[in-house]
């Protein structure tokens, strides 16, 4: 929406608000576009920023007024260069660096550029990870930890608005705890880091597998703890904190599907044993008795007061 003239500098102006000065190089001919996401969750701040080839430089002169940070950063797509505490280094797609930004350093990145990073507080991060700065600028290892943080940065995107305030901050010190677990905690924060952050992503990851899945018949217990990484027991203790069991939320999620599609006008032409079968139920017999306690209405009931509801706002608009 702006024009290409004033994109940079209001690029500028926009991370200066994050206390994150910087200067930036453009290197895509004069035709620059930065398309940034900034989600403020408490102490912890995650972004993602997708670029035409650009160079970022942080100089000595803009660190006068920096906050005392570290930036976790993960690279979605193009090999990145970050040039941070004397190392510099060129990372691909799924890799992922420690940045102390309250040091020089300069990123670049190509056409396609894509990186998504968590900020945290350096005093918060010192107390779980011992002496982060001696990390920074240099690969952080891949693992489970790296997998789990990235997996829950991804859950974020279903945020259809900014949370609430105390859900924020939740939601920002889980972020602290993975970062730690990701950089590698000291021995008397590992429980916590362990019980607290870890635990949710990983619960996060089990619900939202099955929300991916539950349409596949044959999904099962078996299915999550596989391509997660977890056995079936830890699953199903993970998911017992929830007050449902695997049973329970892979059966909400396909009767929430199905109750969606009887009250779409763009699946009329689907008979009801279709739609069943469509959202993962092998018996429709079953899937009727089990929507009917869901809902308090039978799947062929709800479908038909659906369509009185749109006739009549066609009637009334008419």
């Known amino acids: 929406m702006l024009p290409e003239r ?23 001919g004069g035709r620059p576009r930065i398309d940034v996401t900034y989600l403020p969750l408490g102490a912890v701040g995650v972004c993602s920023i997708v670029t035409t080839p650009v160079e970022f430089i942080r100089h000595k002169h803009h660190l006068k007024d920096s906050r005392d940070q570290f930036g976790l950063n993960i690279i979605e797509a193009q090999p990145v ?3 941070n505490a004397g190392q510099e280094h060129v990372y691909d797609t799924g890799s992922a660096c420690l940045v102390d930004r309250g040091r020089p350093l300069r990123v670049f990145g190509p056409r396609g550029g894509s990186v998504k990073f968590v900020i945290v507080q350096a005093a918060a991060l010192k107390s779980l990870v011992a002496q982060p700065e001696d990390l920074s600028g240099r690969p952080v290892r891949p693992g489970p930890a790296l997998r789990l943080l990235d997996r829950y940065l ?19 010190v889980h972020l ?13 924060a590992a429980n916590i880091v362990t019980e607290r952050g870890v635990k949710a992503a990983k619960l996060q990851a089990i619900l939202a597998e099955v929300a991916r899945r539950f349409s596949d018949p044959n999904f099962d217990l078996n299915n999550v703890a596989g391509a997660l990484g977890m056995s079936r027991r830890y699953v199903q203790k993970l998911l017992e ?19 969606a599609m009887l009250t779409d006008p763009h699946h009329l032409h689907l008979a009801i044993i279709d739609i069943a079968f469509a959202v993962g139920f092998g018996d429709v017999s079953h899937f009727n008795r089990s929507f009917r306690r869901r809902f308090g209405e039978t799947p062929s009931g709800v479908r038909a007061a659906s369509i009185l509801r749109q006739q009549s706002v066609q009637a009334a608009t008419r």
């Open 176 to 188: 602290l705890d993975l970062v730690a677990a990701t950089l590698g905690p000291t021995a008397e």
């Open 154 to 172: 991804r859950s974020l995107a279903s945020f259809k608005e900014p949370p609430s305030s105390k859900l924020a901050s939740t939601v920002g």
């Open 6 to 28: 004033a994109r940079l500098s209001t690029f500028r102006e926009e991370f200066a608000r994050l206390n994150l000065a910087l200067d930036v190089i453009d290197h895509s």
């Open 241 to 259: 904190g929830t007050g449902k069991s695997f049973t329970e939320h892979l059966a909400g999620c396909r009767l929430e599907r199905a109750f």
């Open 81 to 83: 260069q970050f040039a």
